[in-house]
Nanobody, 117 residues
Framework: VQLQASGGGLVQPGGSLRLSCVAS????????IGWFRQAPGKGREGISC???????TYADSVKGRFTISRDNAKKMVYLQMNSLKPEDTAVYYCATTVACGAEYLYWGKGTQVTVSS
């Protein structure tokens, strides 16, 4: 099982980025994928999760600005991030679980997002 996040970079406040998480070694259809982030000196924060059947979930800090989506055929999960703020600066990770809210089983390497002017 492997997960790999990509799409990070440097963006100005108010800008947008789309992160991608590619899954391999398992059938994505049967699993949920969560996005997390960790800023320097801070703990890991769960920001969004998408499953096959239930509504996606979002942390209050990103609600209304971030949108999670998935393409099972491509084994991809995306995180569209709009109206980015400096406080969104962090390393972003994706992870898989059997259902949002359950223990996460596998974690991918992160991608750095820096929001700065």
């Amino acid at each position: 099982v492997q997960l790999q996040a990509s799409g990070g970079g440097l963006v100005q406040p108010g800008g947008s980025l789309r992160l991608s998480c590619v899954a391999s070694g398992f059938t994505l259809d049967y699993y949920a994928i969560g996005w997390f982030r960790q800023a320097p000196g801070k703990g890991r924060e769960g920001i969004s999760c998408i499953s096959g059947n239930d509504p996606s979930t979002y942390a209050d800090s990103v609600k209304g600005r971030f949108t999670i989506s998935r393409d099972n055929a491509k084994k991809m999960v995306y995180l569209q991030m709009n109206s980015l703020k400096p406080e969104d600066t962090a390393v972003y990770y994706c992870a898989t679980t059997v259902a949002c809210g359950a223990e996460y089983l596998y974690w991918g390497k992160g991608t750095q997002v820096t929001v700065s002017s």
